[in-house]
């Protein structure tokens, strides 16, 4: 059974700073690109950050870069998102994904993305 499992998340004030965590089985982690969304109460989801399977490339959204960084470590089948000064805005229920595209390529659309995690919840206080 393909699965992906998030966790990390919680509540931490403005400032701080959270590490999530995505670990998959029934699949190698080696053969996909990945990629992290977010979904704030009211909105639609979006796409926060991206990694190729090798880690050569990774991309962000604008509202995250130079704060967060998205990796991966193959050889634990596991994604990370290391999430630095958070803001209320960043407040959302944080899902990664994997791309069912080009495993050497970036992708920002949930359309390219084939299975998904649970998600972790994550509240920035002010």
């Known amino acids: 059974q393909v699965q992906l499992v998030e966790s990390g998340g919680g509540l931490v004030q403005a400032g701080g700073s959270l590490r999530l965590s995505c670990t998959a089985s029934?699949?190698?982690?080696?053969?996909?690109?990945m990629g992290w969304f977010r979904q704030a109460p009211g909105k639609e989801r979006e796409f926060v950050a991206g990694?190729?399977?090798?880690?050569?490339?990774?991309s962000y959204a604008n509202s995250v870069k130079g704060r967060f960084t998205i990796s991966r470590d193959n050889a634990k089948n596991t994604l990370y998102l290391q999430m630095n000064t958070l803001k209320p805005d960043d407040t959302a229920v944080y899902s990664c994904?994997?791309?069912?595209?080009?495993?050497?390529?970036?992708?920002?659309?949930?359309?390219?993305?084939?299975?998904w995690g649970q998600g972790t919840q994550v509240t920035v206080s002010s």
């Open positions: 990694i190729t399977w090798s880690s050569m490339t990774t």
């Open positions: 994904a994997k791309s069912g595209r080009s495993r050497i390529l970036l992708w920002s659309s949930e359309n390219d993305y084939d299975v």
């Open positions: 029934g699949l190698t982690l080696s053969a996909y690109a």
